[in-house]
């Protein structure tokens, strides 16, 4: 369980926006959360709200995505940039490689370097949807991991891990031989969203069979948008709950959002429970299910 986990912050000398966030997992067990870069400034004012209400539950980190191809690399930039200068908390950059050139990457990340930003989520990014050729320098989230450590040791990486495997994998054990070889040469992982703990329990198995023991955070999605999750699982391989995703559109109100919290904390005891170093929650910029779930899980 993650009892307590904020006082034990507070006297770590690993805390704050100064330690990595390789660091604050390794004196975990850590909270975080996901940020999207908001469209509109609508968009944006709910996201400062959320997160001066997150500000109670002593986030471990944050991390912001990147949109398809760099279409948010601007926003993004500026959102990690701001979140890590001014919060008591690392914030991570999500970055992608496929399509872009390797001189582009590394003026981002000399960017990001002299910011005070050094924690990248290395991803490969998807190629474009029509089949055309990606172009740019890489192919695999690996290069990118290489790209960033040799910017410098000040650099802690981490990289995506799918417990149902990639949509792109053609077979369980290639997808997992790559997988150990990218946690290998980063300094931990973070899942794509799933629903049943066995498939994390049994992805880490596998990866330790092949001697991979790099930090996993399993990355949880509460279910309260049940229609459009569904049509990110099917985007990502994840299995849809279908029976949970029932209960879910059957209540209403308060009683929906139990069930909701419910779920979602049950998922995150069991994996925590099973020796995860900490749950990276999917929030869609929003606090009220994440302040639900920190106080379910005695983190606040
Ligand atoms: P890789 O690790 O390169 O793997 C992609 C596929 O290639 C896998 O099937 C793998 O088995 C295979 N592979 C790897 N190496 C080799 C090799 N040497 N030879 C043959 N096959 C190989 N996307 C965004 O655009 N922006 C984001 O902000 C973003 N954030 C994400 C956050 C998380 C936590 C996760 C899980 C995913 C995120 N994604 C994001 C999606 C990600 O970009 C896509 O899943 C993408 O298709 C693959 O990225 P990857 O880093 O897993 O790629």
Known sequence: MIDG???ER???PTAGSSASIADVIAA?????????????DEGAEQLDRTVDELDP?????VSVTYGAGGSTRDRTRDLVVRLNAERNYPAMAHLTCVGSSRSELEALLDDYDASGVHDILALAGDPPADGSPAGGDFTYALELVEL?????????IGVAAHPELHPRSTDRSSDRDHLAEKLRAADFGVTQFFFDPAD????????????CTTPVLPGVMPLSNPS???????MSGATFPTDLAARVEAAEG???DRVVVDATVGLCRALLDSGAPGIHLYCLNRSPIVLAVADALGVR
């Open 5 to 7: 986990p904020t006082d």
């Open 10 to 12: 507070a006297d770590d």
């Open 28 to 40: 975990g067990p850590t909270l975080s959360v996901e940020f999207f870069p908001p469209k509109t």
């Open 57 to 61: 539950v002593g986030l471990s980190f």
């Open 148 to 156: 960033v450590r040799a910017r410098g040791p000040q650099f802690s």
């Open 200 to 211: 994390y329990g049994r992805m880490v198995a596998e990866l330790a069979d092949r001697d």
């Open 228 to 234: 459009g999750i569904a049509r990110m699982a099917e």
């Open 254 to 256: 308060a009683e929906r």
